[in-house]
């Protein structure tokens, strides 16, 4: 059984990658290259998977799902600049695909701290960037 969560963020960021001259870039990613950033609204859902347990019939505490998804990846990019603020993502260009590898990265590695019997598992997350995309990613996609 699966269940998914949704979370609200809002985070800056500017696409240029470092590997592409100005004019490339700016055909690359248009207006999204504007020096000066543009903000998101963004929508993460974590899926998690396993079986309810028998005494609570739940899948998962909710609160302790909320306290791991906030202290693993909310806290470190609510309202933060991702290019500048965010170790893992300053030689990465803050693409939402690229965003989606480092979050499902964090929670990988911090999962256990969380959820020590190891009954439910990481599944998946999604990153709504505005209304029309949505990008995801298995927890066995993860690159490390
Ligand atoms: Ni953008």
Known sequence: MKLTTRYPFSAAHRL????LSEDANWAVYGRCNNPYGHGHNYWLEVTVAGE???DTGMLVDRRQ???CVSEEIL???????????????????????NVA??????????WGKH??????????????ETRNNRFEIQANEVRQ
């Open 101 to 110: 590898y480092v979050f499902a990265d964090w929670l990988k590695s911090g």
């Open 75 to 97: 806290s470190r990019v609510s309202h933060v600049n991702l290019n500048e603020q965010v170790e893992e993502l300053k030689d990465l260009v803050p693409t939402t695909e």
């Open 52 to 54: 309810p347990d028998a």
């Open 65 to 67: 799902l909320d306290k």
């Open 115 to 128: 959820f020590k019997d190891g009954a439910v598992r990481f599944d998946r997350i999604r990153i709504y």
């Open 16 to 19: 240029h990658s470092n590997q």
